[in-house]
């Protein structure tokens, strides 16, 4: 694998763990990614509820929980109520609801303003990640394993991959804080 794939590679995680943490930012919907990361101590061990249950939002502020091991139930409960989320879990039987309140202006708030500092923080991995490649690429230069005129174009390309991934982040991040504006 050479370097310019590597940077693309390492570009394209870091914007994935940007999208997984913007699936944790609240909106005034429903989502089952809100819930899907908190851990729930089952069969003696720690697991996540994505593991251990199907989440889906059967209302714009419902989120519906149902274990596949049915006997878990209680237990996810409690383990929602631990999580300090701030939603209350409803255990009906073999299943359990979140009832997702409205958001207030203030909360919107605060969750746009988590939104900004994910993006800053995809972005600087990425400025990171473009810092690494630049430095590997100049001592290949230095190495005498690559001439001056493919060094430039290496570092052109990195700086497109570059804006290429920021531009992205950005979109998405506009997106998400759209999607926690609106009512």
């Known amino acids: 694998m050479n370097l310019q794939d590597q940077t693309k590679a390492k570009m394209s995680v ?3 763990h940007f ?4 699936k944790n930012i609240r909106t005034g919907r429903a989502n089952p990614g809100m819930v899907e990361h908190i851990t729930v101590e089952v069969y003696g061990s720690p697991m996540r509820l994505k593991d251990i249950a199907s989440i889906t939002a059967p ?5 519906l929980i149902v274990p596949f091991d049915p006997q878990n139930a209680s ?8 999580s300090n989320i701030g939603l209350m879990p409803i255990v009906d039987g073999h299943s359990v609801r979140l009832m997702i309140p409205p958001m207030t202006e203030e909360l919107r708030k605060k969750m746009v303003k988590i939104c900004h500092e994910e993006r800053e923080k995809a972005k600087i991995s990425i400025r990171n990640i473009r810092r690494d490649a630049n430095e590997a690429v100049r001592k290949l230069k230095a190495d005498g394993e690559i001439a001056e005129d493919i060094m430039k174009k290496m570092e052109k390309f990195i700086q497109e991959l570059t804006d290429k991934f920021c531009k992205e982040i950005d979109e998405l991040s506009e997106k998400k804080e759209k999607e926690v504006s609106s009512i």
């Open 59 to 63: 209302e714009a502020r419902q989120l």
């Open 75 to 82: 237990l996810i409960g409690k383990g929602i109520e631990k």
């Open 14 to 16: 870091a914007l994935e």
């Open 19 to 22: 999208k997984g943490a913007l």
